[in-house]
């Protein structure tokens, strides 16, 4: 029994023995795909369908640029437009939105259904999104300061349509004039539309030329930060005010009582010759390139920058915003928020100047595109470029209300039917009763 013992110990310890010296199984590579080659790719992103509401998309060639520009890097994602008529479009999205509408994107038209819209909690904040991918919104010239309410911002700004001065060339010329340069004040808009008015009747050329619409007036006022056509106040519109009710009385710009009663539209003006500034919005720059095509007009004209009151800068106007949000419904808000940070951001904005439209976001690139388009005047890349952008309409839950008695004081004002002085006193009388209703 103990030589056997002892046996059965020898063997086990050289089995042990032969174990340790024995090379590990190989582990089994990953199998190579069929026919040889590298690794499988990753799977691709899942299918993705998103739905954005527009307006007039028929005719409106934008909508449909970008969200090309924005699926050729995205194919897993398709973008329906549902399609809205721009007249009743505010009317038609709230009664979507209050229905409990699942569409992902909303397109925001302006201001008032802006307001509407965040005051109802049918769009959602969009600070944690800004935050995680640490975009820096001010290269949207102040205007997502202006899209922000109480602290949260609810929709990015695409495009945007400013402020600038057009003027005619050859007007210029023929007086022996300097043009316009892009740090011009209003003291000097209105000396240079003094020195270019000239003859009488039907040959009479004006000097400049502000529309019917209360905001060319107003805006002028609200330039420096310091106050809004939101107020209860508006001692401040009185400089402005006299100016231009002075231009008037002094025929350097026509009677706004013919302009109205005439029907007479900026534009026919501006074509036919007859005034040598026009202070207007940037959209009209289309309208002056598809003119030029079509042989409506022949002259000479260019853009500059806005005029701006003393002691602000150059290039600060004022505009309007057209905007991106998420529905509070929607079941794709990350998939949503991409594609709108495409839209706002600068591939989208390169997409948009290619259609001839202005951007929210205008860098030197972006303006560089714009301008090289067929007909846009040279000096579109500078004047274009902005350092503030004031809201015509700034967020407020009764702007609606101000901005009709804003319309009705302004024609009283113009129509000279009360003085400067009595127009503002009833602005802020009426605006004061409207707000504390």
Not at 243 to 264: E, H, P, R, T, W
Request: with cysteine; proline share 5%.
């Amino acid at each position: 029994m103990k030589r056997l013992y002892t046996f059965m110990s020898i063997f086990v310890l050289l089995s042990l023995m032969l174990a340790a010296c024995a090379k590990p199984t190989p582990t089994a590579a990953p199998a190579a795909p069929v026919g040889g080659g590298a690794p499988a790719e990753p799977p691709a992103p899942a299918p993705v369908t998103l739905k954005m509401v527009a307006w007039d998309i028929g005719t409106t060639p934008y909508w449909q640029a970008v969200i090309d520009a924005y699926v050729a890097k995205n194919p897993n994602v398709t973008i329906e437009l549902i399609d809205v008529t721009s007249a009743e479009y505010q009317d038609k999205v709230n009664v979507m939105l209050s229905g409990g509408d699942k569409s992902d994107i909303v397109t925001v038209k302006d201001i008032p259904g802006y307001s509407a819209m965040l005051t109802r909690n049918q769009i959602i904040p969009l600070n944690s999104y800004v935050e995680a991918d640490g975009l820096d919104l001010s290269v949207y010239s102040g205007a997502a300061e202006e899209l922000t309410f109480e602290g949260s911002i609810y929709a990015l700004p695409f495009r945007s349509d400013i402020w600038i001065l057009y003027y005619n060339k050859d007007i210029f010329d023929r007086a022996g004039i300097a043009y316009p340069d892009n740090d011009m004040t209003w003291a000097e808009y209105d000396d240079l539309a003094r020195k270019l008015t000239s003859g009488s009747g039907a040959d009479k050329v004006y000097g400049a030329h502000h529309h019917t619409w209360r905001s060319t007036v107003q805006l002028a006022t609200v330039q420096d930060g310091k106050n809004t056509v939101i107020a209860t106040d508006y001692s401040f519109m009185k400089p402005i005010y006299d100016m231009i009710v002075g231009m008037q009385k002094d025929g350097i710009i026509m009677d706004y009582g013919s302009l109205k009663a005439g029907n007479i539209h900026y534009s026919g003006v501006f074509k036919n010759e007859q005034i040598a500034m026009l202070p207007m919005g940037s959209w009209f720059i289309g309208t002056m390139i598809a003119a030029k095509n079509d042989g409506e007009v022949d002259f000479n004209w260019g853009v500059a920058k806005f005029p701006h009151p003393e002691g602000v800068a150059a290039g600060t106007t004022a505009g309007t915003l057209t905007s991106l949000a998420i529905n509070a419904n929607s079941e794709n808000k990350d998939a949503a928020w991409d594609f709108i940070k495409f839209y706002s951001g600068v591939e989208g904005a390169k997409a948009l100047a290619k259609t001839g439209n202005l951007p929210a976001l205008r860098t030197a690139e972006v303006l560089d595109i714009f301008a090289s388009l067929e007909g846009v005047p040279s000096e579109a890349t500078e004047a274009l470029q902005t350092v503030t952008v004031r809201l015509e309409l700034p967020m407020h839950p009764k702007v609606g209300a101000v901005e009709q008695i804003l319309n009705e004081e302004h024609e009283l004002i113009m129509t000279q039917s009360v003085s400067v002085d009595e127009g503002i006193a009833s602005m802020t009388e009426r605006v004061s009763e409207a707000m504390a209703e």
